[in-house]
C-alpha cells in the first residue's frame, strides 16, 4: 500500500488505498467489503483524494505514469478526467475548485475544466 485515504464512494463510507502495482481499491468501511479493485496507473500509485463535486463523490489519483485521473464510483476504473505532467508526481490534494499537484520541484493548479479539457 502506498497511500489511502477515508471517504465517501457511492453510498458507502470507504477507504481507499493504492498500490505500487497500480490497482486501487476501495473498502467498505461498515463492513470491510471490498466495493471495488480496479487498475488505475501504469507503475504505482503515489497518492489518492476524495472530493465532492456537485452532489457527486470523486476520487482522484496520482500515479508513477505522470498522471492525474478522476474517478466516479458510478462507473468504477473508467477514468473521466486525466492530466499527464511533465515530471513524476508525488502527492495530490484536491479542492472543491481543483487539484494541486506535487511534481518535480514544482506545485501545479488545475481546475476541473482544466482537467476536462485536457481528455478532449
Not at 58 to 71: A, F, I, K, N, T
Amino acid at each position: 500500500m502506498v497511500d489511502l485515504e477515508v471517504g465517501q464512494w457511492g453510498e458507502h463510507d470507504a477507504v481507499v488505498c493504492g498500490d505500487e502495482g497500480g490497482f486501487i481499491s476501495v473498502l467498505c468501511l461498515e463492513t470491510g467489503r471490498e466495493l471495488a479493485h480496479f487498475p488505475a496507473h501504469s507503475g504505482g500509485v503515489w497518492s489518492v483524494a476524495f472530493v465532492r463535486r456537485g452532489e457527486v463523490p470523486l476520487l482522484v489519483s496520482s500515479g508513477e505514469d505522470h498522471r492525474v485521473r478522476v474517478w466516479d464510483p458510478r462507473d468504477p476504473g473508467v477514468a473521466q478526467e486525466e492530466t499527464v505532467f511533465p515530471d513524476s508526481l508525488g502527492t495530490i490534494a484536491v479542492r472543491e475548485a481543483g487539484v494541486f499537484a506535487g511534481f518535480g520541484t514544482r506545485v501545479a493548479f488545475y481546475t476541473w475544466s482544466d482537467l476536462a479539457d485536457k481528455t478532449d
